[in-house]
């Protein structure tokens, strides 16, 4: 039976009588057949052969949030004062709420957002002010594996593996937080990364604002320089040696630089965990005829946790503070006693004891009973 090809069989007739024959219409259609075949072998072929285009907006890993958040409540009682007014004051109150977003945009990609409101932080109306305490991006392997980068409201490189190893701040901030020697938060970049293969030695350093979460004042010109080396020589142990420059130029700033010093040894155990924090610091001033002010603090702690089930510790600390920290116009000497019962491991309920004898008045003495919750 002939091949027919419908209108264009007809049109190439008129157009050429030879393609009439059927002879010639046999083998169009066997070059037709033969030119399929070709391709559907050809196609596969060459798109094995061509590499496939990379999926530049894959990330390595999904997208992820978790929340989370703690709470410190407190009923206090001021067992004696220098000023009678207080003596004998009391209250229930929180003394801080977080609650914490924390992102990760891929394997390289992280970050956090973290709220915090106070009891003694309010609004002109006396309602709760929450703030940002913690915004920041993080980038690891920026440069180089384990090498990291961190911009934004951040910890500076100064109180977190101190605070690690005290673990209760809760109780209490560190020497150098609870001093005002140094703000917890500042506005910057900051690097982290090895020094060794091990990561035994590690480094950090930061360049902020200096203005903690504080605006800049009218005028601010200068930055705040951190820098600190951190040392695991074992499991346990905790070294750390750090300094850190502030200039101050602001026009309403009467200060001219600051230079402080850090050092701190510490470590935790399954029973223990404890540690020596010290620092030293120098501010110059504008002025030629005012002298300059320099000061030091040491902070020494310890806590022992009991109990099978490490339900119990008893916590210990003493602060000798002498001159030169910011909002400490007197030397001081600080210390904290503490009992700590976990009914389960996300509450701790810790009766305490804080003296304060500020350098030329009596001690002052406020017992606590402080509630840490995280959820």
């Not at 090809?5 to 046999?26: E, K, M, N, Y």
């Not at 951040?154 to 005002?180: C, I, M």
Request: aromatic share 10%; net charge negative; charged share 20%.
């Amino acid at each position: 039976m002939p091949l027919s090809f419908g209108r264009a069989d007809a049109a190439l007739s008129h157009t050429f009588p030879l393609v009439h024959s059927p002879t010639i219409r046999w083998r169009m259609a066997r070059a037709w057949l033969f030119a399929c075949a070709l391709a559907t072998t050809a196609v596969p072929a060459l798109a094995q052969s061509v590499p496939p285009m990379p999926d530049s907006s894959r990330a390595d890993a999904p997208p992820t949030l978790e929340l989370s958040g703690l709470a410190y409540f407190d009923y206090a009682y001021v067992l004696s004062s220098d000023d009678e007014d207080i003596e004998g004051g009391n209250s229930f109150d929180y003394r801080r709420i977080y609650f914490t977003a924390d992102y990760t945009l891929s394997d390289a990609f992280s970050g956090r957002l973290r709220f915090e409101a106070q009891g003694a932080s309010t609004t002109a109306q006396g309602r709760p002010a929450p703030f940002v305490k913690d915004a920041y991006l993080r980038w690891d392997g920026a440069f180089a594996e384990g090498h990291r980068l961190t911009l934004g409201v951040q910890p500076p490189p100064l109180f977190q593996v101190a605070e690690r190893v005290w673990g209760y701040r809760s109780l209490a901030k560190t020497v150098l937080d609870r001093t005002k020697a140094n703000d917890s938060r500042d506005f910057g970049l900051r690097a982290d990364g090895p020094l060794v293969s091990s990561g035994a030695l590690r480094y950090s350093a930061m360049v902020a604002n200096g203005n903690g979460l504080r605006p800049d004042p009218e005028g601010q010109r200068g930055k705040h320089l951190y820098g600190q080396f951190e040392a695991r020589p074992s499991e346990t142990l905790f070294a750390t040696l750090g300094a850190d420059y502030t200039s101050h130029e602001a026009l309403i700033d009467e200060r001219d630089e600051t230079t402080r010093v850090t050092a701190f040894v510490g470590a935790i155990t399954d029973t223990f965990q404890g540690g020596v924090e010290a620092f030293a610091s120098w501010t110059d001033f504008e002025d030629p005829l005012t002298e300059s002010a320099s000061g030091v603090g040491v902070s020494a702690f310890g806590a022992v946790t009991l109990g099978d089930e490490s339900q119990y510790s008893v916590v210990g600390r003493v602060d000798v503070v002498e001159g030169g920290a910011i909002g400490r116009s007197a030397d001081e000497i600080f210390g904290l006693a503490a009992f700590v019962y976990r009914p389960i491991p996300a509450v701790e309920i810790m009766p305490n004891l804080i003296l304060t004898k500020p350098d030329g008045s009596d001690a002052e003495a406020e017992g606590r009973v402080t509630v840490h919750v995280r959820f």
